[in-house]
């Protein structure tokens, strides 16, 4: 039986991976401090005899250390996302995301674990204007955030060089799905829209709406995860990866297609109008990924389209928020 270690398993990505490799026999223990987690996440989990909870920081080297003991693999989810919010505390968001990087890296190191794959960002592509995103170009970062998850991949660089741990960094783009926390000043578009449809209140935008984003569904999230840690293509480590659909969906359209999908359970919510407000500090207007490198690496196929996922993602919430 192999054992995953998956930091941020209480949050919305990292208890959607424990669920998974619970579900396919994985032993699976989860290091999280519940500053964005939540313990409902990971409640089912404790009946799972492979299922083992470290309530802790990754800011402490010791609990780092301590949680990577005898573990074959490390999901590393755990950070302060937001670019608002690293902007809003640079400190805090460096603390979280480039000090408890290195200490995971260095417990991966200290207990021999075999692969490590850490969520990278999107962010990093800065304020390059090349569209798709391909993995080897890459602009100046816009934000403290993407500051952040830049260092990580550098640092993961140099462990894998220098200590010969394999590393896979994938760069989230915009992910969405089940479990995605609606609430809080730092909410992700999505669930946020979701909430205020279902409240019928009118969701704000930031700009005219014309902004675009490759929204990544969970469950390409989690495939993208799962062909990291357990592919055995020599060349296929020690890089890292768009994770994305490869498609992009202004924020008009997501309006749309977050309308249809709700008015199947209350014909209210088309009638609910939108405001536009200021564009936000840091956003990039255009977001889109090339897959050719996960496809071609990693045998990548994204299971779910955004029509898809916002379907399955409603529905979610429609049982879950009300």
């Known amino acids: 039986m192999k054992h995953i270690l998956i930091t941020g398993g209480a949050g919305f990505i990292g208890s959607n991976l ?19 987690g939540h313990r409902h996440n990971v ?13 802790g920081d990754i800011r402490n080297l010791e609990t780092c250390q301590k949680a990577a003991e005898n573990v074959d693999y490390i999901l590393h989810e755990a950070a302060l996302g937001s670019v608002p919010r690293s902007i809003n505390d640079p400190i805090t968001s460096n603390d979280v995301n480039v000090s408890g990087f290195l200490n ?18 999107s962010s990093t592509y800065g304020d390059s204007e090349s569209l798709p995103k391909v993995e080897d170009i890459i602009g100046k ?3 403290p955030y993407a500051v952040t998850k830049y260092v990580n991949e550098l640092y993961a660089d140099v462990f894998s060089k220098t200590y010969g741990i394999e590393c896979i960094g994938l760069r989230y783009f915009n992910v969405f799905g089940r479990r995605q926390d609606p609430n809080g000043a730092y909410a992700a578009v999505i669930p946020l829209f979701v909430k205020q449809f279902m409240n019928h209140e009118s969701p704000k935008i930031n700009g005219t709406g014309d902004y675009s984003r490759d929204f990544t569904y969970i469950d390409n999230v989690i495939q993208m995860n799962e062909l990291a840690m357990l592919t055995e293509i020599s060349e296929a480590v020690n890089t890292v990866y768009n994770t994305a659909v490869g498609d992009r969906t202004t924020l008009n359209d997501l309006i749309k297609y977050l309308k249809k999908y709700l008015s199947d359970f ?9 405001i536009h407000g200021p564009n936000r500090v840091g956003d990039i207007p255009h977001s889109l990924a090339s897959i050719e490198k996960a496809k071609s690496l990693l045998g990548y196929q994204p299971s779910h389209t955004i029509d898809k996922g916002i379907k399955e993602a409603v529905s979610w919430y429609w049982e879950n928020l009300k």
């Open 18 to 36: 424990t669920e998974y490799f619970l579900n396919k026999g994985y032993k699976v223990t989860c290091l999280d401090n519940f500053a964005t």
């Open 266 to 274: 209350d014909a209210e919510i088309a009638k609910v109008e939108v």
């Open 141 to 143: 970062p816009l934000s």
């Open 104 to 121: 995971m890296l260095v417990a991966a190191r200290d207990a021999g674990v075999k692969r490590f794959v850490y969520a990278a960002s």
């Open 43 to 55: 409640e089912p989990f404790f009946k799972n005899e492979n299922y083992t909870l470290i309530e």
